[in-house]
């Protein structure tokens, strides 16, 4: 049962978008009260991918989203893992930015979020400012757990957070509201406790003097994390689990057989792609197993995406409410021979889901707009009217997508923008061997126009890869050895203004390469007169590979660019041999400490009725007073 797939139709240029549609608050008219600003609710899932096809099995994000909205097919998470993408769009920066790398210790998490003071200037608290109730329902970040819960994310009018370890056990729904003691909601499936909640929020804020904010993020389809305690004890990822009543869906679908997937050739050669065999027919199997779970774990989500538009409907908000659906990071199944995972600079990781709905937004429309998720805080302040509480340090500009939006003062990049990851090793999700040997350190330069869409990478390993997306969208073979030396030394420029920039210079790194404005795209970089210059610049490199943002070792930068100039072109490259994460077995009591709450195997025959609340029962004390590391056990640190 597969519902209509994407087709691009068209190309929507700006000057078409710029038409006399109305929008809310638009200048009082003397006389007349001016209208009350636009809701905002947010849709946000776990892991989605854009590049399967999985949007089209969501029958409500068809209906009341693609056909009602726009589809971005160009939209990008900067860093390919759940805490640093999510963290880069509650800050509007870049992970080199906020130095969240990782989704644990000690390079990321919530703890490590709350210690660099990133909670004190972010989304919530300039959307408060701007006068907007705040309000979040899910997933936050990784780390947000039953024994920091008092520790509640500051800038939220309402929230109901998922807690660790739970997060990733879709049977076992534990909650922490406005940071009161936790709950668990016995017998009941996380994404419909979710929706209820979702819905709940709605009828409330119906009644609100002030605009709202509504973020709803599901883990949803993010894979499941368990401790088995049989012998030996184990901790173990599997694919998703769906709503029981979803269980027996599209059981004859199968991953897209792209020309990227698993490929007899293998195209993508740097670091561990180099040594990646063929995934064997049962590997295969397992791969369309995950996907078909992938798919059947977003039904919940996409029954929750029709209620939330009734719900709109029937308070009568739907004409005045935008309405953004997107998730944190991509996904891959046996693309380039990968297991299951993100965190690669392939696009199925990268690019991202992205529909809008609301006033002034086109209807039906798909536009290739490139635009990352940095630049969605920015957006939601400026169709709020709220952007002077921007801080000047964000790195993300403000989208064009209304003709309200066009030509804003902060306007984003829409041609370029870069990925960043910094790894010892990388992970294949459901598979014994979850840590494999293979640095994850890159930067990916991506440069999109009219003509032209390159994906261009500089490896901690000092390999190269580039992919012209135009005539190769899949990715299916690096062309950096055949590219001329003026070519690249323009994408490395850009790379490297972009590997370290802040604010304006991320906006328009044109501006820094040329401040005379005389360049500011691609095609006119590579003008001849441009060689010279280009030819001078340093290249963007490592001294060695590090799992974590070192500034010296990715030295030079833009702004050292004069002394780098006497000294550097191709440095010498010291691999560091990768690592591969000792699995800490954890011990008796840290099992039973977990399994103090039910794990069954399967809930959600029927959604739950509006008296779900009644389910929740309190977390046992126990849990909430021992502080536990649980990625110490490798539990919800890869990956995720
Ligand atoms: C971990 O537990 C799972 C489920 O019981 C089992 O299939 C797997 O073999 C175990 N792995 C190890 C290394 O013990
Ligand atoms: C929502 O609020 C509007 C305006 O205040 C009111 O007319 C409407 O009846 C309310 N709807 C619901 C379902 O509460
Ligand atoms: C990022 O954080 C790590 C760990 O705290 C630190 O060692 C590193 O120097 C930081 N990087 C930058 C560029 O500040
Ligand atoms: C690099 O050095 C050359 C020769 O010394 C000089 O002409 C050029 O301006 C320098 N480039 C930069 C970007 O400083």
Redesign the pocket.
């Known amino acids: 049962m597969k519902f209509l797939s994407l087709v691009i139709i068209a190309t929507l240029g700006l000057a078409t978008m710029a038409s006399g549609q109305q929008e809310p608050n638009q200048k009082p008219i003397f006389g007349k009260p001016e209208k009350k600003r636009p809701n905002i609710l947010f849709i946000f899932t776990d892991d989605q991918d854009y590049r399967m096809d999985s949007l089209s099995y969501m029958p409500n994000v068809q209906k009341y989203l693609v056909e009602q909205g726009t589809t971005y097919t160009n939209h990008y998470a900067t860093v390919s893992v759940c805490c640093p993408s999510r963290v880069s769009l509650l800050r509007g920066q870049y992970a080199h930015n906020t130095n969240i790398t990782h989704v644990m210790e000690p390079y990321g998490g919530y703890d490590r979020f709350n210690r660099l003071k990133l909670g004190e200037s972010y989304l919530p608290i300039w959307l408060q400012e701007a006068g907007y109730s705040t309000n979040y329902i899910g997933k936050l970040m990784n780390g947000v757990a039953v024994h920091n819960w008092q520790n509640a994310p500051k800038g939220w009018n309402y929230q109901d957070q998922l807690l660790d370890p739970y997060t990733y056990v879709y049977n076992t729904p534990v909650f922490s509201k406005d940071g009161e003691p936790p709950v668990f909601y016995e017998n009941a499936y996380q994404t419909d406790i979710i929706h209820g909640k979702a819905k709940a929020a709605l ?1 409330r804020l ?2 609100t003097e002030e605009p709202f904010f509504l973020w709803v993020s599901p883990m949803a389809p993010h894979g499941q994390f368990q401790i088995h305690s049989e012998n030996p004890v184990n901790i173990t990822t599997e694919p998703p689990i769906s709503a029981k009543r979803h269980e027996k869906f599209f059981e004859d679908v199968k991953v897209p057989r792209t020309p990227n997937f698993n490929p007899d050739v293998q195209g993508k050669t740097a670091s561990y792609f180099n040594d990646m065999p063929k995934l064997t027919d049962e590997q295969v199997d397992f791969l369309d197993h995950t996907y078909r779970r992938r798919l059947r774990a977003l039904q919940a989500v996409d029954e929750m995406v029709g209620t939330l538009f009734e ?1 709109l409907e ?4 739907l004409d005045n409410t935008y309405v953004f659906y997107s998730a944190d990071n991509g996904y891959h199944l046996g693309h380039h021979r990968a297991l299951a995972g993100k965190t690669t600079n392939m696009e199925e990781d990268i690019n991202v889901p992205l529909i809008i709905r609301g006033p002034g937004i086109p209807k039906g429309a798909v536009s290739d707009l490139v635009s990352t998720h940095e630049s969605l805080a920015p957006t939601f302040l400026a169709l709020a009217k709220g952007e002077d509480k921007l801080p000047s340090w964000v790195d993300g500009g403000v989208m064009p997508i209304t003709p309200a939006l066009q030509n804003h003062p902060l306007q984003a990049s829409t041609e370029t923008f870069s990925v960043e990851f910094w790894s010892d090793n990388i992970a294949w999700e459901n598979d014994e061997n979850l840590f494999v040997p293979g640095v994850n350190t890159y930067k990916t330069l991506r440069v999109i126009g009219p003509t032209y869409d390159y994906s261009y990478a500089v490896w901690c390993t000092g390999e190269h890869e580039l992919f012209n997306l135009k005539s190769d969208p899949y990715q299916t073979q690096n062309i950096y050895n055949q590219a001329t030396d003026r070519f690249i030394n323009r994408l490395d420029a850009l790379l490297l203004v972009l590997k370290s920039c802040k604010a304006g210079s991320c906006r328009n790194p044109w501006k820094v390469l040329h401040d005379n404005a005389e360049v500011q795209s691609l095609p006119e970089a590579l003008s001849k007169d441009q060689d010279d210059f280009y030819a001078t610049l340093p290249k963007v490199k490592y001294d060695h590979c590090t799992g974590y943002y070192d500034y010296e070792n990715e030295a030079p930068h833009f702004g050292d660019v004069a002394e780098a100039n006497t000294t550097v072109q191709h440095a010498t490259v010291i691999n560091n041999p990768s690592k591969q994460p000792e699995r800490v077995i954890p011990p008796q009591d840290i099992v039973d400490l977990f399994n103090l709450l039910p794990v069954p195997e399967s809930t959600g025959h029927t959604m739950v009725d509006d008296d779900f609340e009644s389910l929740a029962k309190p977390v046992p004390e126990q849990l909430m007073q021992t502080v536990v590391d649980w990625s110490r056990y490798g539990f919800y640190s890869y990956g995720s």
């Open positions: 009828k119906n009644n719900q029937e308070q009568g908000q």
